[in-house]
């Protein structure tokens, strides 16, 4: 029998980029160099609202060194870029929004020349109203950021009758919570090499989500062709969103080409800070009632985000909070109402959780008040409401029938039974709490919206099976995914695969690497694509051997006979070979949508995760440290099993910076932090003593859509979790992160809570 590792070895399997991550051996697209390299530094707007009165460059072109500055004046094409809108300007030419805006770009022998030479631009501004806060911004006589006004985008879902509704209540909540601005902390800053080739193409190598929409967007710039671009987009250091949109591809490819040199362009981290995207702040108020025996009868919200001073994907994301602001929950009667508005404040775009996290912490801080009100215990009030298996959608709309919202409440509440309140700290200042939320989201970009999906599988003269795809590996994991699934689905070694991602010119179109999509549209390619694939390469080795071809199978290194002789590699296989035509399979579809959809951007596959979070309080300072973090996630099949809790980890803990800790301030369009020395994120000292990650793989009978993605649903629920813990040490309801040590002493202090001091 050929020798196989079982599944379990191969889903434990470490990654393959994984020894050149730890060793430092593998080049990220920032380390790289080329031959005659320059490097580039992008002026920004000191003010958040401004007119350009005069941009002046002379003296900096004087400096020696500077080998190029661009302006607006240098953009042969669209003066703007957005992955939706393209509002945002690549160089302002009249006017600045906020303090990222770009105005110029300079291209210098050293980063210390060209640093140099941004302090010797001259920008004359005359000063605009600064707009910070979106309830302002929408008012009638607010100055228009933007042609047609301040408001970005409107969404709105509704069903029943939601004043009748709150008149058949028993009780009802009210309830208004802030979310915070939240950087995405990626190790890897912003940065690459953009290359003009000797034909007159351009490559750029800079980290993206989105190398084909990178593409289309940087030749309407650059007014070229999008074949005459080529987008390399792995490996990069992290992103979570943070790199969906453009970032410094723009001013790196208009610097090459003004100078016809390589430029290097990375940012440092306040730059970084300035010009990235953010999470979006949101202000989310909830009116929730229930009848006396605990059945919701209405729900109303209203959403408020601020997405800063450009679109990016600031409507998808509002889109996406509306719809998942009925959560988990059967809700005859609900109306939801949401915009995002325009600002002077950083822009906020693409983060891990998309709008989920905002609005499911607001959800489930009104779960825990309600069964507060009704005195039931908060996980059978949201089991008496929990959606069923063939229920509809938060909007109504048909999805694939699934018991995972049952599955991991249930898992989540068996963890709960081990779980003791008794302080485990001899101090009797420091007490204990626990709560569980729970959290439901929609993988894909949703209805309405264009979601290709595609791959290829090939059999290279090497004698290799190459697969490609146009996803991109920003440290999620995903080329261990596609390796195991090969593996699995072939029965061959690592050896025996090539894998060729995130590179325009060799790779098909497979959509973007967001919206926890990678990994099922993986698994969906490989299955459209593998009977055919195998076949074609089992007739192959029959022409060369002479044997069945119902004889033959693939396993370790090549062509096996009858499950127990190798009787030809796949090296052997591909030399005797040479001759015959190119072995390829390829598929291109659609990430599946729901039929019905009564919403642009609804979904039609769900994941759930459920979280138990015990905290300790500190009575005398307000610290609070979380003890246990346990997630239970239903979304099917796991495919590689380090990966997959790598990502539920990893997002508990970010979204564990989220609830205590982060927030990208800003005071009169300013960022308070502008770097890591003011801006805190969780160390290894921050991540609880217990964290167990549980895998509910079970799918429905006729479920044909394999495993959901898991990199955003780790985050959503862990806010809400912490903080019902928060309340149940302290006897404090907190609305707003990240929860403050300051508030929690105010609300212990105007309860006279003994202090212990």
């Not at 190598?205 to 080529?230: C, P, W």
């Not at 649903?713 to 006897?731: E, L, Q």
Request: aromatic share 6%.
């Amino acid at each position: 029998m050929p020798i196989q590792t079982s599944s379990l070895d191969k889903k434990k399997k470490i990654r393959p980029d994984g020894p050149g991550k730890v060793t430092g051996e593998l080049k990220y697209l920032t380390d790289l160099s080329f031959p005659g390299m320059l490097y580039g530094k992008i002026l920004r707007s000191t003010e958040p609202h401004a007119e350009i009165q005069s941009i002046s460059t002379e003296l900096a072109k004087q400096l020696p060194g500077v080998r190029a500055i661009v302006t607006y004046e240098d953009v042969p094409g669209l003066n703007g870029f957005g992955l939706i809108f393209p509002d945002q300007p690549v160089l302002c030419e009249d006017r600045v929004r906020y303090v990222g805006d770009a105005i110029a770009a300079v291209a210098a022998d050293t980063i210390e020349i060209a640093d140099e030479a941004l302090q010797l631009i001259q920008v004359v501004y005359k000063k605009l109203p600064v707009i910070i806060e979106p309830e302002k911004a929408l008012h009638p006589n607010a100055p228009k950021l933007h042609p047609d006004g301040n408001l970005l985008h409107r969404a709105h879902y509704s069903k029943g009758d939601v004043e009748k509704g709150f008149e058949l209540c028993t009780h009802i909540v009210e309830g208004t919570y802030e979310l915070p601005r939240q950087m995405h902390a990626y190790m890897e800053t912003e940065g690459g090499v953009i290359v003009p080739e000797v034909d007159g193409n351009l490559t750029v190598y800079v980290g993206t989500q989105h190398g084909f929409k990178d593409r289309y967007q940087l030749a309407r710039i650059l007014n070229m062709n999008e074949s005459d671009i080529r987008i390399v987009s792995s490996p990069m250091g992290g992103s979570f969103g943070g790199k969906d949109e453009l970032n410094v591809q723009p001013y790196g490819a208009l610097l090459a080409l003004a100078t016809n040199c390589p430029v290097k362009i990375h940012n440092t981290r306040r730059e970084s800070v300035r010009a990235g995207l953010k999470r979006h702040p949101m202000k989310i108020t909830m009116k929730t009632g229930v009848d006396d025996t605990g059945n919701i009868i209405s729900h109303k919200v209203k959403i408020v985000a601020d997405t800063g001073a450009y679109a990016t994907l600031g409507p998808a994301v509002l889109d996406f909070a509306v719809e998942h602001a009925p959560g988990p929950y059967i809700i005859p009667n609900i109306e939801i109402e949401g915009v995002s508005v325009f600002t002077n404040n950083g822009v906020a775009g693409e983060f891990r959780g998309f709008g989920g996290n905002q609005v499911t912490f607001a959800l489930e801080g009104q779960m825990d008040r309600l069964a507060e009100r009704l005195q039931m215990d908060p996980i059978e009030f949201r089991e008496k409401n929990l959606r069923q298996v063939n229920s509809p959608g938060p909007l109504g709309q048909k999805v694939a029938p699934t018991s995972g919202a049952k599955d991991v409440l249930e898992a989540i509440k068996q963890k709960l039974t081990n779980i003791t309140n008794e302080n485990d700290s001899l101090e009797k200042w420091k007490v204990t709490g626990t709560g569980v939320a729970i959290s439901i989201h929609g993988g894909g970009l949703g209805a309405g919206r264009m979601d290709p999906a595609g791959g290829r599988l090939s059999f290279t003269s090497e004698g290799k099976i190459e697969v490609a795809f146009g996803f991109e590996e920003c440290g999620q994991g995903l080329l261990a995914v596609i390796e195991t699934l090969i593996m699995e689905e072939f029965h061959c070694m690592e050896d025996d695969i090539h894998i060729v991602i995130g590179d325009t010119d060799s790779v098909p179109v497979s959509g973007s690497s967001t919206a926890s999509r990678a990994t099922s549209m993986v698994w969906n390619s490989i299955q459209r694509m593998k009977d055919t694939f195998r076949s074609k390469i089992l007739e192959r080795a029959t022409k060369v051997t002479g044997l069945p071809v119902e004889d033959l199978c693939m396993g370790p290194n090549g062509i096996w006979f009858k499950d127990d002789n190798l009787c030809i590699t796949f090296v052997e296989l591909a030399e005797k070979t040479l001759h015959e035509p190119f072995i390829k399979v390829e598929t291109s579809f659609d990430f599946p949508t729901s039929p019905d959809a009564v919403v642009d951007g609804s979904h039609f596959l769900y994941a759930f995760s459920s979280v138990l979070a015990k905290v300790e309080v500190d009575l005398l300072t307000g610290k609070i440290k979380v003890l246990t973090l346990d997630q239970a996630i239903a979304a099917g099949p796991v495919v590689s099993l380090l990966g997959y809790q790598g990502q539920i980890e990893g997002g508990g803990i970010m979204a564990l910076g989220y609830s205590l800790m982060e927030e990208a301030k800003m005071e009169n369009g300013h960022y308070v932090n502008d770097n890591f020395d003011t801006y805190l994120i969780p160390t290894i000292q921050d991540v609880p003593f217990v964290m167990n990650v549980e895998a509910i793989e079970k799918l429905q009978d006729g479920d044909i859509y394999g495993p959901r993605g898991v990199g955003e649903i780790g985050t959503i629920a862990v806010a809400p979790a912490i903080v019902k813990a928060i309340h149940d040490a302290t006897g404090c309801w907190i609305s707003k992160l990240p929860v403050s040590r300051e508030v929690l002493l105010e609300h212990l202090s105007s309860r006279g809570e003994k202090r212990w001091i």
